[in-house]
């Protein structure tokens, strides 16, 4: 799956990138690697994926792979909220963003 996903991102295919992430944060068919989740995630979230920019959210709020920046979670949150991401807008709302 990892082989098919790597593939498919490296053509700019967000829904792929957000998979290829998460296997990376998880350690799933690879060995965990935050750095790697992290660059993944965010080219996700860059173009446009919902559950990537609602995962680099959560990776900035909990400062994994990452320096901790609550402004960055919240801004992600935000746009994944806008795409009526169901997680985002409880986090959004829990963070009195929405």
């Not at 990537?52 to 920046?69: D, H, P």
């Not at 807008?89 to 963070?95: A, G, Q, Y």
Request: aromatic residues 12%.
């Amino acid at each position: 799956m990892l082989r098919r996903s790597s593939g498919t991102c490296r053509k700019g295919y967000p829904l792929a990138e957000c998979q290829v992430g998460y296997f990376y944060y998880r350690g799933l068919g690879v060995e965990k690697d935050l750095a790697k989740a992290l660059y993944w995630t965010q080219r996700a979230a860059e173009h446009g994926d919902r559950d990537g920019q609602y995962n680099l959210a959560t990776l900035y709020e909990n400062g994994e792979g990452v320096a901790k920046n609550t402004d960055e979670a919240k801004r992600w949150y935000l746009l994944a909220a806008q795409q009526k991401h169901r997680e985002a807008i409880s986090k959004c709302r829990k963070l009195k963003i929405m």
